[in-house]
């Protein structure tokens, strides 16, 4: 009972998450059909998204605007903006069309992402109720089903412009429910000056960036570390991404269970920790089997990170601060996903691919021993100034 009086505290916000899960997984589930629409090269289809992505960036730090000029109104109009980006994309002829479309989904995947997690943020400082780790769960449970839906329907040979269609249609259903019935007035807006504790907020948005780092390298690389390292097939291969993806599931749920009874710096650091040797052991993996474990240990660990720092961010922040401090934190933390691919990269191309996930598994160990106590102190004196 008490998971679902959660789910119904947060429903509105949920709407959101569900809106963005359902849209990236549907969208990444086709690339191969896109690709081919399209006739992109390799490298013109990662220059592509790479473009489209910086939409995303833009649109998360400009949101707190977005949320003042449309007040309630935000959140609907841009989820049904996802879901017209992302019909465009099944609609586009060729690549510079895939792109513009690609970016007005990002642009309104970035205002999104943003205000969901401010709108949960809210609902729990209003109930006393931790929800941010429930709602990520979910989030990656929608993206897992959509996924295999989406594949679903292309051995049924359909064709990206109609997976998209009924995409839009969801999307338009979930975008209504995402609206906030609440007179604008009882919804803070405009932050004073000196109300907002920069530093920590960088700090937070720092270990989100870690994060996520760790997520999109974990699933971008699993598979062919599964596939040319230890030789497995494409199946074999498929699984690292679907272990990732599951047990981001599955630890978030474990999250939200367990940050009633440990506290957020403890947990973060055992999650940090669990990551950590679980990418060592995938990259040291001698068969599939290690290699699978390794990766779950991964999902599981990494899977609360960024959910309890943006919490943690909502809570720290006066109320008046919270769409500007979430906002930046987010900002930052997406940058993981312009530093991921070269990182892993450039370290695939001279150490093995080996190294490059012990190289994030150092990372997550630093974070671990240096960036969770600097949190941690930094939350303290600002709990003792407040």
Known sequence: MGLINDIRLSRKPLAGFLVIGCAWA?????????????????????TAILV?????????????????????????????????GMLGVGAAPEVIAFTLALMLASIGSGVVDVL???????????????????????????????????????????????????????????????????????IERAAPQGAMPHGLVLLAGFLVMIAFLTEASAEGWSALHLE???????????????????TMGIGRLAGHALSHRVSDMV??????????????????????????????????????VA?????????????????AAISRASVLGY????????????TSELFGLRAAFWVISGILLLACLIVIPALARGVTRQALQG
């Open 26 to 46: 549907t969208c990444f589930a086709q690339m191969p059909a896109i690709k081919a629409v399209i006739d992109a090269s390799d490298a013109v289809l990662g």
């Open 52 to 84: 489209a992505s910086l939409g995303a960036l833009t649109a998360m730090w400009v949101a707190p605007l977005a949320d003042r000029l449309a007040g309630r109104w935000a959140l609907p109009l841009a989820s049904f903006l996802v879901g017209l």
């Open 116 to 186: 969901v997690n401010v709108r949960v943020s809210e609902t729990e400082a209003r109930t006393g109720r931790p929800l941010m780790n429930l709602n990520h769960a979910l989030y990656s449970f929608t993206y897992a089903g959509a996924a295999l839906g989406t594949g679903a329907l292309r051995e049924l040979l359909w064709t990206p412009l109609e997976v998209f269609t009924v995409l839009i249609v969801l999307v338009s259903l979930l975008a209504v429910l995402t609206l906030d019935h609440r007179p604008m007035g009882e």
């Open 228 to 246: 040319r390292t230890l030789g497995g097939g494409a199946a074999e291969g498929a699984m690292g991404p679907a272990i990732l993806g599951l």
């Open 267 to 304: 947990l973060m650091a055992c999650a940090l920790l669990t990551a950590a040797l679980g990418l060592a052991l995938a990259g040291a993996a001698p068969n599939l089997l290690l290699a699978y474990i390794g990766f779950g240990m991964g999902g599981l660990g990494i899977s609360v």
């Open 307 to 323: 959910p309890i720092t943006l919490a943690l961010v909502g809570r720290i922040v006066s109320p008046q601060a919270r769409l």
């Open 335 to 346: 940058a993981a996903f312009f530093l991921g691919p070269p990182l892993m990269g450039f």
